[in-house]
Structure formats: structure tokens, C-alpha cells
């Protein structure tokens, strides 16, 4: 009876040991969360009440703040990491206290503006972490006389758009057309939008900075150096600090803009737009954006794909109607197809159709808690997709099923400044930008794995149309599907992988950067730039022992069961 005996203590070894633990696990995070508020306390000032601003777990309020702006609902479930503390700071001041405080504790920091990183890396970690939401620092101060505007990082687009058309109709700025997407994340990952074409990205357009170094410092362009301010106009700020704000340029915009969408099906010459798009689109006078949307739809009981062109022309549509007429009969735009509106509702247009005509104040809704099932990838094609490439590509979509494809034209602008101006590479000799979109509503592992094989798929079939050497991505169309960081790791080869196809031969430049002004690499996600690799630095967290503890005591014990039970 000695060994079942042995055996019955061991289990109940095994079972107060594992409770202990995990029970120290839970004390460990309230523990830290303590030490973390003292520090953030003792660093900001005490009428600044700043414990209100921290959201430990078990705050009544953590669950809504964190999903408030969780904008991919395949993170928003159960089982994704959450952080162990959310910071909202509303004073500079406070995130350079968290900052300094994060480094105390020797936890990882992620850093959220409007939450639209594609897969999540603004707020889910598999380190323990805290998350910096910066929705409360959106400040807009907007100077007409000078052609400017200061934003904060957690302003949205919709709310600059707004601000700029209340000090001026006659201004606008060149960048994204979702207007809910956070201006830190949009910019810092080099933005663009439906005026690319006539003003560049939207970094392009930016003239100064304010960022919170790894030492909690506050600079701006002249303190940071032109290095840095380099690299945090389109390498992503959160592999260098904090981005507080941007200084950007604003650009002119006629009273009246137009813009048209127009649809072909394959049985109404689908294939013809789609090809003539790709000679024309590029080329065309810089004032014409025109995006093309193509889908597998069924039509009369049949599958076909509708391809669809969105347009911002900067004029009225007599010239526009004119202009593509000569250049795009193909697609045989006729007046009745147009909307000339101004600038502003032209921005609302975009976002929503039936939004034409309502007031701008529609901008300045953030819609909380609004989140779909979606992947998004992206490519670059640089020379036109033959009219027997098309037609394959269009019995793959159809056998993938819904995924779709978004054709961004480039040229104009882009073709005019140089590959190394700021870390956005993707510049002349590239016709289009693709995006692979796919949005689903069933929650569960079985939908999320039928859709991300679709998208795969589709991005895999488009391998002989597209870039190479390296095959190359957008960084603010995040995909972790092209590489990853592990946990816990700087690695130059495996940031490598990811990093030179979002910054082509940009990474090197960057990698610089990062290992001057972050040498410890403190600002990390699953796709930050790396150090150089003779750069020798601690990249762990400490709040990630204890659970390694537990494991290694585990493995202890089974060993000694192994045996006992011999």
C-alpha cells in the first residue's frame, strides 16, 4: 500500500501547490498593479488624481474600457490576453509617468489610438502587459494662417476632418477614409487616403512632432533630431516611444469636389474596366483617386464578380466626365453617374454613402464598441495583370469564396518622391496597392479558421502578379501572417523577416534608429523594429516568472510520480 499511498500525497502536493501558485500569480498582479499606481503617483501631480485614470482588472470599469476600442472582434473573446492594467492618461505628463513606471515593474507596453491595428498588437500581448489608451489626449488645434494644425494621437480622423472644415472650406489633409482610425496609429505608419494621388501620404504632409522617449522625455522635431522624426513618420511610433502629436501641413481642396461609384459585373465587360483600370488609374491627371472594390457576388442565381470604382475627383464632373471619356471609355461614366458636394461631405461619402448631405457632426462619432470578425493582408503590383491573368484570378476568387480584393492606385505624387524620403518604401514603379479584405459575423474557431484559410489562399494565388524580392506589405495593413517577434525576444533575423517587406531597404536604416534611441528595447510588439543584434540587453519581463515557476515545478513533480509509481 506504500506506493498508492506515496502516489495520493503527491497529488495533494500537486494540487496545494498549484493553488498557492496560481493564488500568488493573482497576488503578483495586484501586487505590481500597487507598486505600479505608488510610482505613477509619485510622477504626476497628486490634484491630477491619477489613480482614477488606471484600470487595474478588477476595477468595475476595466472590461468597457478595454473594449470600447477593440475594432477586431476576433480579439474581443474569452480566451485573448488581457492586459493587467489599462493607463487613459488625459496629461502629457502621465504618460511619461507610465512610461518610466512600466519600465519599473518590467512589464511590456502596448500603446492604443483608435484600436484599428488589423491584428490587435495595440492591446493583446502573450507577455504580461499593460496597455497606454491615449483616446482622451485628442486635442486640435488648427491655424488657417498658416497652413496647420496640431493633433493629438487620440483624436480620430473623422474629428480632424471636422475641425479643418470648421476653420476653413477650402482646406483639407490627405489621410485614411475610415473615420474612426486613431491619427498616432494612421500617421505613424504613414497614412494615406483618396487624395494620395494629388498631395502623397499622409506623412508626407507632416512638419513636426511630439514624442515620449524611453527615458519619459518629451521632445519634438528639433530635440528628437531628424533620425527619429524620420523613422516615426511611417516606421510606427510604438517601436520608438510615445506619439503625443503631430504638426501636419494642411493641403487646398477646391469648393467642389465629385465622386461617383460605378459597378460592372463580368457579364457587363467586368474584365475589360478591370484591365483598362490598371493602364489608366496610375496615370491619370493627379486630381483623380479612383479605387477599385472587386467582389464575388451572385448574380440570377449565378457567381460573378462585381468589380466597383469609387472616386474623389478635385473638380466638377464636366471635366471629369470629359477627362474619362477620352481616357476610360471602357467604363462609360456619364454625368448622372457623378455627385459634385464639397470637400467635407465628399469625406462623409466615402465613409457611408447615404451619409452624402447630413451634417459633418457625423464625424465626430467614435462608435465605441463597434467590431467586426475581419483579416486584411496586402500586396504590390507593378506591372498590369494580363486579361488572362484576370480571368484565372476571377475562378480563384470564385472558389476561395468572399474574400475580396481593394486595387489603391498609386503614381502622380508617389512616383515623385524618392524610396528613402521617410520609411515608406513603396513609391515609384508600383501601379496599385492591394488589400485583401474578408469580414465575417459567426464568432467560434471553426468560421475563424474557414475565413482566414480564404484570405490565405487568395493571397497565395496572387503570388505571380505581384512583388518580389521581398514580396512587399503595408505596415498599417498589419498581418502577422508575413513574421513575427516571439515573446521575450529581439531578434534582428526574425524582426528581418517582417521588416523589409513593410520598409524594403528602409529596415536598415530603421534598425539604427531603434538601437540608438531604444537600446534596452522597451517599446516591443510582435512586429517592432529590432536593435542591431551585437546590442546586448534584457528584453524580458519580469511578470512572467512566477507562471514559469509553476511550470518548472510541475514538470518536478511528474517526474517524481513517474517514479514513485515504478
Known sequence: MAKPTLLAVLVILIFNITS???????????????????????????????????????????????????????????????????????????????????????????????????????????????????????????????????????????????????????????????????????????????????????????????????????????????????????????????????????????????????????????????????????????????????????????????????????????????????????????????????????VMWWDESQNLGKSPDVLLDRNPNDANFLKRKSDYVQNPISKDGLEWLWKKMIEVGKTGLVFNPYGGRMNEIPASETPFPHRAGNLFKVQYSVNWEEAGSEADKNFMTQIRRLHSYMTPFVSKNPRSSYLNYRDLDIGVMEAGKDSFEQGSVYGYKYFNDNFDRLVKVKTAVDPENFFRNEQSIPTLPNVEHDSGVTGGSTSRSISSMLILIVILIYFACL
Open 20 to 346: 498557492s501558485s496560481f493564488s500568488a500569480a493573482a497576488d503578483g498582479d495586484d501586487s505590481v498593479y500597487e507598486s505600479f499606481l505608488q510610482c505613477l503617483e509619485s510622477n504626476t501631480n497628486p490634484q491630477d488624481e491619477i489613480s482614477k485614470l488606471v484600470y487595474s482588472q478588477s476595477s468595475t470599469s476595466y472590461t468597457s474600457v478595454l473594449r470600447a476600442y477593440i475594432r477586431n472582434a476576433r480579439y474581443n473573446t474569452s480566451a485573448t490576453p488581457k492586459p493587467v492594467v489599462i493607463v487613459t492618461p488625459t496629461q502629457i505628463s502621465h504618460v511619461q509617468a507610465t512610461v518610466i513606471c512600466t519600465k519599473k515593474v518590467g512589464y511590456q507596453l502596448k500603446i492604443r489610438s483608435g484600436g484599428h491595428d488589423y491584428d490587435g498588437i495595440s492591446y493583446v500581448s502573450d507577455m504580461p502587459f499593460f496597455v497606454l489608451d491615449m483616446f482622451n489626449l485628442r486635442s486640435i488645434e488648427v491655424n488657417v494662417n498658416d497652413e496647420s494644425a496640431t493633433v493629438q494621437a487620440g483624436a480620430t480622423l473623422g474629428e480632424l476632418y471636422y475641425k479643418i472644415w470648421e476653420s476653413s472650406k477650402v482646406h483639407g489633409f490627405p489621410a485614411g477614409v475610415c473615420p474612426t482610425v486613431g491619427v498616432g496609429g494612421h500617421l505613424s505608419g504613414a497614412g494615406y487616403g483618396n487624395m494620395l494621388r494629388k498631395y502623397g501620404l499622409s506623412v508626407d504632409n507632416v512638419v513636426d512632432a511630439e514624442i515620449v522617449d524611453v527615458n519619459g522625455k518629451l521632445l519634438d522635431r528639433k530635440a528628437m533630431g531628424e533620425d527619429l522624426f524620420w523613422a516615426i513618420r511611417g516606421g510606427g511610433g510604438g517601436s520608438f516611444g510615445v506619439i503625443i502629436s503631430y504638426k501636419i501641413k494642411l493641403v487646398s481642396v477646391p469648393e467642389t469636389v465629385t465622386v461617383f461609384r460605378v459597378e460592372r459585373t463580368l457579364e457587363q465587360n467586368a474584365t475589360d474596366v478591370v484591365y483598362k483600370w490598371q493602364l489608366v488609374a496610375p496615370q491619370t491627371s493627379n486630381d483623380l483617386f479612383m479605387r477599385m472594390l472587386l467582389q464575388p457576388v451572385t448574380r440570377n442565381g449565378n457567381q460573378t464578380i462585381r468589380a466597383s470604382i469609387v472616386t474623389l475627383y478635385l473638380g466638377n464632373s464636366d471635366s471629369l466626365v470629359a477627362l474619362l471619356g477620352k481616357e476610360f471609355p471602357e467604363l462609360g461614366l456619364k454625368k448622372e453617374d457623378c455627385n459634385e458636394t464639397s470637400w467635407i461631405q465628399s
